[in-house]
């Protein structure tokens, strides 16, 4: 089969399409024909890596894992003893985290626990481009105790034009929320179609400068301090930011949490993402079904493309998500 691996750190050219072996299911694994796939912002930082402090984790001189891709949507084409949840033919997706990733490939073969089951009338594309961001979304909109948005509170979605912000935008909209989606200028007619009731463009604006106050900001990737954005933040507010370079993150880790304790407004990095987590993947189906959600697909590339398919994304040009199909 083929799939796309990397040895080493570096730039997007270390990505190449190689003939592999099948894998073959071991107890209580699937083995998954791939026909979609799709890209997210953590398959770009793994190539840095970024932070920098992720090479603690993923290798230190190289990454241990070979195998790419994390959100991954296909039909099951074998099952190992012991699989109970799976049969042959079943539709299914995951989000291949903590699973050793290898999403970009014709096949992936994992635990049945990283799969669910795709809900009837959901395509392969769109199934594939919610594992990550779209579970991201739900969980970067709820704090550990269960606290989240309530109707009327004003949302702002920092990076509202990426792989998580639509996703953010739209279960914040279904929550009765009013929501500012922040992004470039060239995504600002994009981010409207989204259904926000203002947008910002980054630059021009900087939202912790206009005297605004919010309930609740999400912010994607953090391009400002802790203590900057408590100035955006109503008496109570919450401010959770889901990564970006080693400062912010350690100043949402180590900062944030400290000046929370002096307030009642919540600053801090998501430390309770739960990947793939089956009562959000539920929620995710129900505003599907109801058509509170949809999947932005900006572009498709064949498996055989994959590397332009990163450096789309990379270079900031996509709206939303990429999907990678792989053909049958
Ligand atoms: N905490 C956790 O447990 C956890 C787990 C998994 C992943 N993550 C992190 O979650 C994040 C997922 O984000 P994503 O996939 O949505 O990223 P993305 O698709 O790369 O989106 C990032 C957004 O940042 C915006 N942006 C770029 N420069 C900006 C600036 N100067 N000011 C404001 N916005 C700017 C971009 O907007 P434009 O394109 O319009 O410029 C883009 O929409 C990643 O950082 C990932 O590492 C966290």
Wanted: proline content about 5%; charged content about 25%.
């Amino acid at each position: 089969m083929q799939a796309a691996i990397r040895d080493r750190y570096g730039s997007l050219d270390v990505v190449r399409l190689e003939d592999v072996d099948r894998p073959v299911p071991a107890d209580g694994e699937v083995l998954v024909r791939v026909h979609a796939a799709s890209i997210n912002r953590a398959d770009l930082d793994g190539f840095g890596p970024r932070p920098g402090f992720a090479r603690l984790f993923m290798g230190v001189r190289a990454p241990r894992e070979h195998r790419i891709g994390l959100d991954a949507a296909g039909v099951v084409e074998a099952v190992g003893s012991g699989v109970t949840r799976f049969r042959v033919g079943d539709q299914v997706f995951a989000d291949l985290f903590s699973f050793r990733s290898g999403a970009f490939a014709e096949y992936v073969c994992a635990s049945e626990r990283a799969f669910e089951t795709i809900p009837e009338g959901m395509t392969f594309e769109e199934a594939a481009t919610l594992p990550h961001s779209a579970i991201l979304a739900v969980q970067a909109l709820r704090l550990r105790n269960g606290r989240t948005i309530n109707p009327g509170d004003r949302v702002l979605i920092d990076g509202a034009s990426g792989n998580v912000g639509p996703f953010a935008v739209q279960i914040a909209k279904t929550l009765g929320a009013e929501v500012t989606g922040v992004c470039s200028p060239a995504k600002v007619d994009f981010v409207r179609s989204l259904g926000v009731d203002h947008v910002i463009d980054y630059t021009q604006v900087d939202y912790t400068k206009t005297g605004e106050r919010y309930d609740w900001i999400v912010d994607t990737d953090s391009h400002h301090s802790i203590l900057r954005v408590r100035r955006a933040l109503r008496p109570d507010g919450v401010y959770v930011t889901l990564g970006g370079t080693s400062l912010p993150i350690f100043g949402a880790l180590i900062i944030g949490p400290l000046v929370s304790l002096a307030s009642k407004k919540w600053t801090g990095l998501l430390l309770w993402w739960k990947p793939f987590n089956s009562d959000d993947v539920n929620t995710l189906k129900a505003l599907i079904a109801a058509g509170k959600l949809v999947a932005r697909i900006d572009r498709r590339f064949p498996l055989d493309e994959v590397v332009e398919a990163l450096r789309y994304v990379d270079d900031g040009h996509a709206l939303g998500k990429v999907v990678i199909s792989v053909p049958g």
